[in-house]
């Protein structure tokens, strides 16, 4: 998530301002700096404060605990039945997917957005996570992890050294990634159908599977869409506006200077996140309200206790290229392919623009779930990308105005608004499965 950026660059402007004259700074016993506060002023109003910043101490153990747990481990710790498994694309990249394992029951892939992993899917706990409601439920829950991500960083022949491993976009998810993943789990469990449920990127790659792969549309008895990206003309998040705009020119500073990946996950970077974030912290506003800067504001559904979980586990990592795409689709306002400059695209795709994605393509069932607050996937946007489906059974705005990017996976209240919904569709489609 591109906010995690942000946090980190906005709290390190706070520590060179003076602002930082009022923290302390403490790991266990060991304090790093300790100053006292003088009434720091946030958007023209003063704020007294009189605390140290401490990421050992304050906080909940199990939120400290659970912001350093791996996705496996979070599912194992709270007593649900875990396991990894290990998926071989078609081009050599090795990804990892995790279970919450119910043998013989009806299957459901979860795919992840931008930035994010498997993790998204339980970090928030039973009971507000959607991958533990689901097993609930009586389903075999599968979580996949995309190419480049935390838990997908291996290849058969290239390591994350080289830049050719960091030569892909979402089209090489969608057109790899996700059907090798898909044809794993129908082997596993012995069925032919599954459910498919993607937030944002995650419904990225599912048009773009459908698209290159139409094939695999005969393997899915519902796709539900959470947040769903496509067009990104209308986007109204200032901080993806901004990336978009000067993305290029980044981009080839960091191809100059070898960087190919895009907000990798390190235990540094986590640690920042982890300090900035923490509850005890005046800098809790200043991250909960850079995340609404990049999704859209409802302070009333982000449960602000668990931000220092949220960034222990992303940003998970991205290409630049990835990043890059998506400032391409955001500029050129259609849904397509790399744009590699006329002369490249003549050679790769046969003409100067790259070709649009074949949305009609996607002829399995599809419900578009959608969001009014929501940034970076807007009505406007959404209903150009539901004008394109042919089989879209259904379409529901949530009825929380305020409902964001975000909300649709990390809400307070997204089962009573969204996710109690999404499972009675489920129920309403199953009869298809063989």
């Not at 790659?205 to 899915?220: H, Q, T």
Request: charged share 20%.
């Amino acid at each position: 998530m591109t906010a995690n950026l942000l946090v980190a660059t906005l709290s390190l402007c706070l520590l060179q301002s003076g602002i930082a004259e009022g923290l302390s700074l403490s790991f266990g016993n060991i304090t790093l700096f300790n100053v006292n506060f003088k009434s720091p002023s946030f958007l023209g109003r003063s704020v007294a404060v009189d605390s140290n910043l401490r990421i050992e101490n304050d906080v909940d153990p199990n939120i400290q605990e659970d912001s350093h747990l791996n996705t496996y481990s979070l599912i194992k710790k709270y007593g649900y039945p875990a396991e990894n498994h290990t998926v071989e694309t078609d081009d050599g990249y090795i990804l990892t997917l995790h279970r919450i394992a119910r043998p013989g029951a009806t299957p459901v892939l979860l795919v992840h957005g931008l930035l994010d992993s498997s993790a998204t899917w339980v970090m928030m706990g039973p009971n507000k996570g959607l991958g533990y409601l689901l097993y609930d439920q009586g389903y075999d829950v599968w979580m996949a992890n995309v190419r480049g991500n935390t838990y997908s960083r291996k290849h058969v022949k290239y390591s994350t050294h080289h830049a050719k491993f960091w030569d892909f976009t979402f089209h090489e998810m969608g057109k790899h990634d996700i059907p090798s993943t898909i044809d794993y789990i129908l082997n596993a469990t012995e069925v032919s159908q599954l459910h498919y449920i993607g937030h944002s990127q995650g419904t990225v790659v599912f048009w773009i599977m459908a698209s290159e792969r139409p094939e695999y549309m005969d393997k899915i008895v519902l796709m539900q869409a959470l947040a769903p990206v496509a067009y990104l003309k209308h986007c109204r998040s200032p901080v993806v506006n901004f990336l978009a705009e000067w993305h290029l020119s980044v981009s080839l500073v960091l191809k100059m200077i070898g960087v190919h990946e895009f907000l990798p996950k390190n235990e540094f970077i986590s640690m920042l996140n982890r300090i900035i974030c923490d509850e005890t912290t005046i800098t809790k506003e200043i991250c909960s309200n850079v995340i609404f800067l990049t999704t859209g504001f409802d302070k009333l559904q982000l449960n602000e206790t668990m931000l220092p979980v949220i960034v222990g586990h992303s940003p998970a990592g991205a290409s630049t290229k990835q990043m890059q795409h998506f400032g391409q689709l955001n500029r050129s306002g259609a849904f397509r392919q790399y744009d590699y400059g006329w002369l490249r695209n003549h050679w790769r795709y046969g003409t100067i623009e790259p070709p649009n994605y074949q949305l009609e393509n996607v002829r399995a069932k599809v419900a578009l779930y959608y969001g009014q607050n929501d940034w970076l996937a807007p009505p406007e946007d959404v209903e150009m990308l539901h004008r394109e489906l042919p089989n879209v059974v259904e379409k529901y705005l949530v009825e929380d105005k305020e409902f964001n990017h975000l909300d649709f996976i990390w809400g307070i209240d997204a089962r009573e608004l969204l996710w109690d919904r999404m499972l009675e569709n489920m129920r309403n489609h199953e009869n298809s499965i063989i």
